[in-house]
């Protein structure tokens, strides 16, 4: 299942709902935490986020295995992917009303690679979009965190678009 949403609130309930003692849940932007906190102790969580901020406030969270860095980043997924290859879990909420473009390439590559069982998105474009279009009467759908479509296993090579969009991501 692949749940949507804006606000906060919403954001976080879906989140909850859906996890389980003993559940693996990669969160990427996790910011200071304030989700994180709020996820269910009997479970393991890997955060991850960039800001400077978050690297003092995520230490010590119980159950948590943070790393500092830039979820777009090719490196970033491969050493997570060292130390887990799936995960129940994918929870992303990188800016709630930014880029939509960037979050749902994130989620491609996210889940394309852990394929969740259960995928949470906080974007507000993306839920603009998704209220706005008209559907075609094709009925493609997926069941699972992640898209039917993608359904190779691994690390999907590098996406050389971000180099365009994001000049700061190049070495």
Same mark, same amino acid.
């Given at each position: 299942? $692949?749940?949507?949403?804006? !606000?906060? =609130?919403?954001?976080?309930?879906?989140?909850?709902?859906? @996890? %389980?003692?003993?559940?693996?849940? &990669?969160?990427?932007?996790?910011?200071?935490?304030?989700?994180?906190?709020?996820?269910? =102790?009997?479970?393991?969580? &890997? +955060?991850? !986020?960039?800001?400077?901020?978050?690297?003092?406030?995520?230490?010590? *969270?119980?159950?948590?295995?943070?790393?500092?860095? !830039?979820?777009?980043?090719?490196?970033? $997924?491969?050493?997570?992917?060292?130390?887990?290859? %799936?995960?129940?879990?994918? +929870?992303?909420?990188?800016?709630?009303?930014?880029?939509?473009?960037?979050?749902?390439?994130?989620?491609?590559?996210?889940? %394309?690679?852990? =394929?969740?069982?259960?995928?949470? *998105?906080?974007?507000?474009?993306?839920?603009?979009?998704?209220?706005?279009?008209?559907?075609?009467?094709?009925? @493609?759908?997926?069941?699972?965190?992640?898209?039917?479509?993608?359904? !190779? %296993?691994? $690390?999907?090579?590098?996406?050389?678009?971000?180099?365009?969009?994001?000049?700061?991501?190049?070495?």
């Amino acid at each position: 299942m $692949i749940k949507l949403s804006y !606000d906060i =609130k919403n954001y976080r309930s879906d989140l909850l709902d859906l @996890i %389980s003692d003993g559940d693996v849940i &990669i969160e990427l932007g996790c910011h200071i935490g304030g989700t994180t906190r709020m996820i269910n =102790k009997n479970t393991n969580v &890997i +955060a991850l !986020d960039n800001s400077p901020e978050a690297t003092d406030e995520m230490e010590g *969270i119980e159950n948590v295995t943070f790393i500092s860095g !830039d979820v777009r980043r090719h490196e970033v $997924i491969a050493d997570v992917f060292k130390t887990i290859q %799936s995960c129940d879990i994918l +929870a992303i909420d990188l800016g709630g009303g930014y880029h939509p473009d960037t979050v749902f390439k994130v989620f491609y590559i996210w889940s %394309s690679t852990f =394929k969740p069982k259960h995928t949470v *998105i906080r974007n507000r474009g993306l839920l603009e979009f998704f209220n706005t279009a008209t559907v075609s009467d094709e009925n @493609i759908r997926s069941d699972e965190g992640y898209l039917d479509s993608y359904h !190779d %296993s691994g $690390i999907p090579p590098l996406i050389k678009e971000f180099d365009l969009w994001t000049p700061s991501l190049k070495k």
